[in-house]
């Protein structure tokens, strides 16, 4: 509802105050342990202003950890962490600022979700925080954003999952955070929820323009949602990259597998090239003549399958047929290859006849990714 | 942990704790072995092997020994109707098992002398008849069950309740009669519990003081238990003696919560439901 | 003779439940339920003037006052301690840590003449604590006051043990969530913690309480036990039994068991809502 000029005016400055610029994030040479295990092992990273910045790995490999170091949670015991150059590994919780979403959004379950989002703006020192009526104003609009308008007088228990998750959000803004830090956001939701909730997330990430940290496992998630990724095993970062190039260049086998939708193939290079399944690929990393064992990756629709008389391939037999979605999967075993492997082929195939379990058909790869062995 | 209180707080905090607990807890019961100990350990020795004081010791093992198995069969009677069975008014019934926690003992006392006393509801009829249970040792038996009435049971049923029905209905589809689930899977599933039960209800059953003391008529080497024999000693300014006897069962105080803490460390898990009380 | 009837259940494939329920309702009417509506009874038979003559008497309202009035001051005494000694027992890691926590449970263990005794032999003018205040003019045993001692003794595991499951199983990211909303310490244990704790405290506080009104054994070796001062009521229901005074007994007793019925009946609200409270997490 628009309203009368001086509230508009001090509408406005508020919104201003909100959309400051982005911050800029630079973690060096961060390090932390717990006893001989290393959660965080020599990070260095930098969160552009403005990003929406995913970390993405199984459990155990730091990114939560390393979230929690962000925000300030968990201290340190090397590096340094600098919110738009300012040193902020000796602030306080309350001088950083940051909005942090907690996996299981940690909602306060004695306060209503309106006492919740107001909970950042009440307990600032008495010179800094809002009137009364200033607060019910901000909070109001901040469910509203999420959503949620209606829902205030509501107790957590009271509400779904996926409200809950929003709650969490708007009570993380409602202290207008420097960043914003989400760790697992959809994990304790179901599918459905999830997928509705990751196209909110980004549009809500537009609308604020916050320099915005989510941690996942679920690589999906990340390479759709993420401006960037970033990959990490066992307190390391294994790549970052576009979601763009970690699928197309993934840098490491372990990128490849974690990605997953990959067949894994033992093969032999020589002078920087290595042939596999009827094609030949160059070895990544630049490693321009290698010669010695290596390992091809290839995904289910880079392999192709081909007629007997074109017959330039592999021969392979048919094990299963998926036949529904818009490509048709086929399991297929071939011979000196222990695993099955899965390829997709277009539906006409499959209508002609062509597929059909314990059937012979050739298969050859279009594209390879190929790993020296170590 | 960036946001925990600083060392100066917790610092303070645990040092009033321990100032706290230390004349609370610790300052009383030392006060009790130095007290017994005051003139030696000749004296000590002598009030515990002299014969009212042996009397009184027998007759608490006797009544413990009577009261503690009482409890524990009912326990796991009750425990088995109400954990494993789902019925209207269980949490009623349950309340009523806690009953006796929240008489005074004095009551536990009275209420047996007000039905079987010269003048109570049954007392007629036993005098009659020469039945004698009022200032006599089934009088005592009778109080300090009531008193312990909820041990055994108040550890059984949460735990009994957590642990659902599901392995005794396999048990049974196996062919097992009902007495052989109960012996075979039942009691095995909750047997630290029904020890550390019976744990509490032996300490309480042999301190038990103020039902006993209304019931038993305080009849030297006759109706005494140890902590009536206590409160004999004390009023007869026997001081010594009357630590000494005090220092026994403060003694038994000590090995009940050893064997308590150590069935809790070390089965902790199989205990987890009784809410530790 | 059972009281209650047979309650009906749901159908199950496991034996027994009417014996072993028929066995738990026959032990429990005869050892507690039909002894203690005796004590309902007897009180009838007095009819209403003389129950209320009995139950009015100056000496008995000193008795109850004194009851519960040193019960709910050792209650609340235990209640601001055992929160303390539960925090500290949870939160912070010391050396004998352990042998403390078990130690809290030695008012449960410790049986109540014992603990008497040891308490007037501290707190007596020539005792270790007693000696050293007498010459402040400060004076605990055979007071009031020492009843107040006696209940903080016996009530002190009651809280520590309600509230310290809850603190243990309390989430830190909820402590971890007000910090980074920029909450200061203290704000976030008072808004945050606390609310959580007080259905807990509460329940220990109530029990604490109860257990204190019906005391005997701790008190009346401290007490010095003088009518209308430090007398308590359980004290006096045995005078008035040793007077053969069966009416007097009964009345007070009476007057006793409604108010700890009433506070039982408190305390199973309270811890309903305790359950209520921790049920949902997230």
Redesign the interface.
Known sequence: MPRAGATNSRHDRDEARTRRAPVRIDVEELGKSYGDFAALDNISLTVRPGELLALLGPSGSGKTTLLRAIAGLTATEEGTIRFDGEDATSLSLRERRVGFVFQQYALFRHMTVFDNVAFGLRVRPRDERPRPGEIARRVRRLLELVQLQGLETRFPSQISGGQRQRVALARALAIEPTVLLLDEPFGALDAKVRKELRRWLRELHTETGLTTIFVTHDQEEALELADRVVIMRAGRIEQIGTPAEIYDEPATPYVCEFLGGVARFDCTAKDGEAEILGGLFPVGNGDGDYSGPALAYVRAHEIAVVSREQAEGVPALIRAVRPFGPAITVELSIEGHHDRIEVSVPRELHDGGEIAVGQGVFVRATSARIFPKD | MQIDESRAVKAALIATSFLFLGLVLILPLASVFTEAFRRGAEPFFAALIERDALSAIYLTLFVAAIAVPANLVFGLVASWAIAKFEFPGKSFLVTLIDLPFSVSPVISGLVYILLFGSYGLFGPWLIENGIQIVFAVPGIVLATIFVTFPFVARQLIPLMEQQGTGDEEAALSLGASGFQTFRKVTLPNVKWALLYGVLLCNARAMGEFGAVSVISGHIRGKTNTMPLHVEILYNEYNFVAAFAVASLLAFLALVTLVLKSLLEWRYGGELAASGRH | MTVLSL????P??????GL??G??LT??SL??????A??F??SAGLGWDAFLALATDARTVAALKLSFGAALAAAAINAV?GL??A???VR?D?PGR?I????????????????G???T??YAPN???GSLIEPLGLKIAYTSAGVVVAL??IG?PFVV?TVQ?VLADF?K?????????????F??IS??VF??LMPPLLTGFALAF??G?????SII?IAGNIPYRSEI???L??IR?EE?N?AG??AI?AV??VI??A??LVI?LLQAWNRR?I????
């Open positions: 309650p009906k259940r749901s199950s494939v496991l034996p027994g439940f072993t329920m066995l738990t032990w429990l050892i507690i339920l039909i002894p203690l005796g004590v009874i007897k301690f303390l000694v925090w500290v027992l912070y010391f352990r403390v926590d078990a130690a809290i449970d030695l008012p449960f263990a410790l049986p109540t003449a014992v603990a005794l040891a308490l032999a501290l005792g270790w604590i903080v003794f002190l043990r499951p989430d990211e909820l402590e971890e969530a007000a910090a980074t909303l920029g909450a200061t310490r704000q976030t808004r945050i609310p959580a109860a257990r009104v019906g005391e005997y054994g070796f009521a359980p004290l229901i045995v039994l053969f069966y007994a009964t007793a006793m068991l700890s019925f506070l039982l199973n409270r049920g949902f997490t997230g």
